[in-house]
């Protein structure tokens, strides 16, 4: 039969001290108050970190050590804890010896006796911090990232831009540069040798030279392209009456032929904005107003501007032929025209849509057919202007 050895009887005083080196090993504070939360026992991880007494410590304990800004979350949680008997858990942040703060996971339980009463809450304060700064590298990293990635969009929808912007230009590009083409080519022939064209030749040959100066000026209007689609470039003051007259002179053959007027009603006279984009919106609207005349009567076409709360407005109205409404739905899209025997590309008004969006704004038409028709331009994004009450025929 085999034999165990005789059990040995532990003292309370043996498993007191036994209890409290045990204690004492544990890396982390280990601590105890009394039912109503007087602070009674820490361990010496709690000495170590803190600096501080156990007479000290006793009754206020951790109160003595916590960070301002989470004292009063703490004790919130803790009294709530003693009034309710939940267990205890927070995170907070405590002042070591040498006056930096670092960061402990708080939890407790309570002890109860036989009649479920409190009796004791033990607890203990784990140290966190690393795991905090790595989670706070990890939010930073992550907030980076989302920051990176709207930088991305953004960048995508700079591109998209660009692109829009660039593709507009090569659209309104080739209508601005034709105009001041044919104009050179009309006037060249005008200076077919004759006796007759002695006397104006001087006159004609101005005229040339203000033509071949409105083409300088669109092939400079090509180089400022990058800078605006960069947003590097700041949108000078357009002089609407002398944009009109440039247009007036580019359209001059075609003003003629028609015995055209050109009414300038400008209650704004002067806006921030693209020149090339506003000479461009006029030029195709005043051109289109004047090619699609009513066979009746001579085109008259009235630029007017003024200021709403939409943003500043500007008219090109005609007394021409007016827009069937079935054909109103398709008036802006690329190559679409009224009218084959109309001389155009299909281009003009789909050029002036983009031009407008492109910068906000937008574009609306009304028509009656055989009466005229009006298009309406709310002009936004480069928007400072000065306004005037003038108005001028020509």
Same mark, same amino acid.
């Given at each position: 039969?085999?034999?165990?050895?005789?059990?040995?009887?532990?003292?309370?005083?043996?498993?007191?001290?036994?209890?409290?080196?045990?204690?004492?090993?544990?890396?982390?504070?280990?601590?105890?108050?009394?039912?109503?939360?007087?602070?009674?026992?820490?361990?010496?991880?709690?000495?170590?970190?803190?600096?501080?007494?156990?007479?000290?410590?006793?009754?206020?304990?951790?109160?003595?050590?916590?960070?301002?800004?989470?004292?009063?979350?703490?004790?919130?949680?803790?009294?709530?804890?003693?009034?309710?008997?939940?267990?205890?858990?927070?995170?907070?942040?405590?002042?070591?010896?040498?006056?930096?703060?670092?960061?402990?996971?708080?939890?407790?339980?309570?002890?109860?006796?036989?009649?479920?009463?409190?009796? #004791?809450?033990?607890?203990?304060?784990?140290?966190?911090?690393?795991?905090?700064?790595?989670?706070?590298?990890?939010?930073?990293?992550?907030?980076?990232?989302?920051?990176?990635?709207?930088?991305?969009?953004?960048?995508?929808?700079?591109?998209?831009?660009?692109?829009?912007?660039?593709?507009?230009?090569?659209?309104?590009?080739?209508?601005?540069?034709?105009?001041?083409?044919?104009?050179?080519?009309?006037?060249?022939?005008?200076?077919?040798?004759?006796?007759?064209?002695?006397?104006?030749?001087?006159?004609?040959?101005?005229?040339?030279?203000?033509?071949?100066?409105?083409? #300088?000026?669109?092939?400079?209007?090509?180089?400022?392209?990058?800078?605006?689609?960069?947003?590097?470039?700041?949108?000078?003051?357009?002089?609407?009456?002398?944009?009109?007259?440039?247009?007036?002179?580019?359209?001059?053959?075609?003003?003629?032929?028609?015995?055209?007027?050109?009414?300038?009603?400008?209650?704004?006279?002067?806006?921030?904005?693209?020149?090339?984009?506003?000479?461009?919106?006029?030029?195709?609207?005043?051109?289109?107003?004047?090619?699609?005349?009513?066979?009746?009567?001579?085109?008259?076409?009235?630029?007017?501007?003024?200021?709403?709360? #939409?943003?500043?407005?500007?008219?090109?109205?005609?007394?021409?032929?007016?827009?069937?409404?079935?054909?109103?739905?398709?008036?802006?899209?690329?190559?679409?025209?009224?009218?084959?025997?109309?001389?155009?590309?299909?281009?003009?008004?789909?050029?002036?849509?983009?031009?407008?969006?492109?910068?906000?704004?937008?574009?609306?038409?009304?028509?009656?057919?055989?009466?005229?028709? #009006?298009?309406?331009?709310?002009?936004?994004?480069?928007?400072?202007?000065?306004?005037?009450?003038?108005?001028?025929?020509?």
């Amino acid at each position: 039969m085999m034999r165990t050895a005789p059990e040995k009887e532990v003292s309370l005083d043996q498993g007191g001290k036994e209890f409290q080196f045990v204690i004492n090993l544990m890396p982390q504070m280990v601590w105890a108050t009394q039912a109503d939360g007087y602070h009674d026992f820490f361990n010496e991880r709690w000495y170590e970190f803190t600096g501080l007494s156990f007479e000290e410590t006793k009754n206020k304990g951790w109160s003595l050590v916590l960070h301002p800004d989470d004292y009063d979350r703490t004790l919130e949680v803790w009294q709530n804890s003693l009034d309710t008997g939940a267990a205890y858990e927070i995170e907070y942040r405590m002042r070591k010896f040498n006056g930096s703060y670092k960061w402990f996971l708080a939890r407790a339980h309570p002890l109860r006796d036989e009649s479920g009463n409190i009796v #004791k809450w033990f607890g203990t304060c784990t140290d966190i911090h690393d795991q905090k700064k790595i989670l706070e590298e990890l939010q930073h990293t992550k907030a980076e990232l989302y920051r990176a990635n709207d930088e991305l969009k953004n960048s995508n929808d700079e591109l998209k831009r660009i692109n829009l912007e660039l593709d507009n230009f090569v659209y309104s590009a080739s209508h601005d540069l034709k105009a001041p083409l044919n104009n050179l080519e009309g006037l060249i022939g005008l200076l077919e040798p004759s006796e007759e064209n002695l006397e104006g030749e001087n006159e004609i040959l101005g005229m040339m030279n203000a033509a071949v100066k409105r083409y #300088k000026q669109v092939i400079d209007d090509m180089t400022l392209i990058a800078q605006t689609a960069k947003r590097e470039y700041t949108a000078p003051q357009v002089n609407l009456a002398l944009v009109l007259n440039e247009i007036k002179s580019d359209l001059n053959h075609l003003i003629e032929s028609t015995q055209a007027s050109i009414i300038s009603e400008l209650n704004i006279d002067i806006l921030r904005y693209s020149k090339k984009d506003i000479r461009s919106i006029l030029f195709n609207l005043i051109s289109n107003g004047i090619k699609y005349q009513h066979p009746d009567r001579a085109p008259v076409v009235t630029v007017r501007t003024k200021s709403t709360t #939409k943003g500043v407005i500007l008219e090109v109205q005609d007394n021409g032929c007016g827009i069937k409404n079935e054909f109103i739905p398709n008036l802006f899209n690329k190559y679409f025209r009224i009218k084959s025997s109309v001389g155009g590309s299909g281009l003009g008004l789909f050029i002036v849509k983009r031009l407008v969006e492109n910068k906000g704004g937008r574009i609306e038409v009304s028509s009656q057919e055989g009466k005229g028709s #009006k298009f309406t331009v709310i002009l936004k994004s480069e928007t400072t202007y000065s306004t005037t009450r003038g108005i001028q025929r020509g």
